[in-house]
């Protein structure tokens, strides 16, 4: 009876700052004996190729280049990283093995690639390597990623801005590596106030590989983000940077917060949450802005438009989230929007949010009559083509 090979235990470290991410790579090379890294360069993915390097403490292991599969990164990597992590999982040689993605590559999908390949690798920790003094200018910076270089193929639209929230949001792990300006207080503020989850440790202390050997679950990780139930910042005001957490159990008109979203995307720095349009009382809408750009979709029903019957098949996070918002009437439809800044006016930020829920009148007229109001959302929600 043949023994099975023990699992090769594979570690994501990500993120935009591509001297933290080096120095949070050589910190794990360094304090985790028998450390392998792979990392892809999908700097000329726009004219579609890929470049694979793989080394360990000692240097170079291996370098190849691989054509990027249907314009999409994550096809590539997904079609080249894991057979080669898998091929290292089978010669024994290594006790780790770190995939250094490249800096727009989003951790998300790719600890869901990793994790699936389960019967020779054991995913065991997801850091963003971040230089705190650069939270901020990232979080405010609106710009294409292809504008910048760093598009992932020709087809990649996403923002500077909202794939650096992405990739801190995500892990349980950042890595903080100081670059050229040191951080002040109201960085380490920003950062602590955008990432509840995750646990932060100082690069060079040693202490990061064997942080990223404790274990990783993809479908909790998934949870913290999904809208229905994420893991959103809590009150706070510390160092000059304040996250504002606004609740209410009615919903918005449609047309008067249309009106409003510029000044409400340019409120905060990064503002996340689930919102309810009265014009469409079943669906959840998801609210994700950073650098001054908004995206609003869809994240399915709310829970209270479905059917007893089908609850037993909405995971347990979702739930337990829809119990905490829990009203008599109207269920888990609620507003839970959070914005996180430096200098956050929180007066009239307050005074324009409420101004765009329904008033009494217009509330008690009951959801009928609220579907005759306009439909200001439709073209961003249903667009056309």
Same mark, same amino acid.
């Given at each position: !009876?043949?023994?099975?090979?023990?699992?090769?235990?594979?570690?994501?470290?990500?993120?935009?700052?591509?001297?933290?991410?080096?120095?949070?790579?050589? /910190?794990? %090379?360094?304090?985790?004996?028998?450390?392998?890294?792979?990392?892809?360069?999908?700097?000329?993915?726009?004219?579609?190729?890929?470049?694979?390097?793989?080394?360990?403490?000692?240097?170079?292991?291996?370098?190849?280049?691989?054509?990027?599969?249907?314009?999409?990164?994550?096809?590539?990597?997904?079609?080249?990283?894991?057979?080669?992590?898998?091929?290292?999982?089978?010669?024994? #040689?290594?006790? %780790?093995?770190?995939?250094?993605?490249?800096?727009?590559?989003?951790?998300?999908? !790719?600890?869901?690639?990793?994790?699936?390949?389960?019967?020779?690798?054991?995913?065991?920790?997801?850091? #963003?390597?971040?230089?705190?003094?650069?939270?901020?200018?990232?979080?405010?910076?609106? @710009?294409?990623?292809?504008?910048?270089?760093?598009?992932?193929?020709?087809?990649?639209?996403? #923002?500077?801005? /909202?794939?650096?929230?992405?990739?801190?949001?995500?892990?349980?792990?950042?890595?903080?590596?100081?670059?050229?300006?040191?951080?002040? /207080?109201?960085?380490?503020?920003?950062?602590?106030? $955008?990432?509840?989850?995750?646990?932060?440790?100082?690069? *060079?202390?040693?202490?990061?590989?064997?942080?990223?050997?404790?274990?990783?679950?993809?479908?909790?990780?998934?949870?913290?983000?999904?809208?229905?139930?994420?893991?959103?910042?809590?009150?706070?005001?510390?160092?000059?940077?304040?996250?504002?957490?606004?609740?209410?159990?009615?919903?918005?008109?449609?047309?008067?917060?249309?009106?409003?979203?510029?000044?409400?995307?340019?409120?905060?720095?990064?503002?996340?949450?689930?919102?309810?349009?009265?014009?469409?009382?079943?669906?959840?809408?998801?609210? /994700?802005?950073?650098?001054?750009?908004?995206?609003?979709?869809?994240?399915?029903?709310? $829970?209270?438009?479905?059917?007893?019957?089908?609850?037993? !098949?909405?995971?347990?996070?979702?739930?337990?989230?829809?119990?905490?918002?829990?009203?008599?009437?109207? *269920?888990?439809?609620?507003?839970?929007?959070?914005?996180?800044?430096?200098?956050?006016?929180?007066?009239? %930020?307050?005074?324009?949010?409420?101004?765009? $829920? %329904?008033?009494?009148?217009?509330?008690?007229?009951?959801?009928?009559?609220?579907? @005759?109001?306009?439909?200001?959302?439709?073209?961003?929600?249903?667009?056309?083509?």
């Amino acid at each position: !009876m043949s023994v099975a090979s023990p699992r090769l235990p594979v570690a994501i470290v990500g993120g935009l700052c591509e001297g933290a991410r080096r120095a949070a790579v050589g /910190d794990i %090379l360094r304090s985790v004996p028998g450390t392998v890294v792979l990392h892809h360069d999908l700097s000329a993915g726009p004219e579609g190729s890929v470049h694979r390097t793989i080394r360990d403490l000692d240097g170079p292991v291996s370098s190849d280049h691989t054509p990027l599969v249907n314009d999409c990164a994550c096809c590539a990597l997904r079609e080249d990283l894991v057979p080669e992590l898998v091929r290292l999982a089978g010669a024994g #040689t290594y006790r %780790l093995a770190v995939v250094e993605l490249w800096d727009s590559v989003e951790p998300q999908a !790719m600890a869901a690639v990793i994790a699936a390949e389960s019967e020779a690798l054991e995913l065991t920790g997801v850091a #963003t390597a971040v230089d705190p003094a650069l939270v901020l200018p990232y979080l405010s910076n609106g @710009d294409d990623l292809a504008e910048a270089g760093l598009a992932a193929a020709p087809t990649d639209q996403r #923002t500077i801005a /909202d794939t650096f929230a992405r990739q801190i949001e995500y892990p349980t792990v950042l890595a903080l590596a100081e670059g050229d300006e040191p951080a002040d /207080d109201a960085d380490l503020a920003l950062l602590a106030q $955008l990432t509840p989850a995750a646990r932060r440790w100082r690069v *060079g202390e040693g202490t990061l590989g064997p942080a990223l050997l404790a274990g990783f679950d993809v479908e909790a990780a998934a949870a913290r983000q999904h809208p229905s139930c994420a893991l959103l910042p809590q009150e706070a005001d510390e160092h000059g940077v304040d996250t504002l957490v606004w609740r209410r159990d009615r919903p918005f008109h449609p047309g008067r917060l249309y009106a409003a979203l510029e000044d409400l995307v340019c409120a905060a720095a990064r503002i996340r949450g689930r919102f309810w349009l009265a014009d469409r009382p079943d669906t959840l809408l998801a609210w /994700d802005a950073a650098g001054g750009a908004l995206c609003v979709e869809s994240a399915g029903p709310w $829970l209270a438009a479905l059917p007893d019957a089908a609850w037993e !098949m909405v995971p347990a996070e979702r739930r337990i989230a829809a119990s905490l918002d829990w009203h008599s009437e109207h *269920g888990d439809r609620c507003q839970h929007l959070t914005f996180t800044s430096p200098g956050l006016d929180r007066e009239n %930020l307050l005074i324009l949010l409420d101004s765009c $829920l %329904l008033t009494d009148a217009e509330y008690a007229a009951g959801s009928e009559a609220w579907k @005759d109001l306009s439909h200001a959302f439709d073209e961003l929600l249903d667009p056309v083509g």
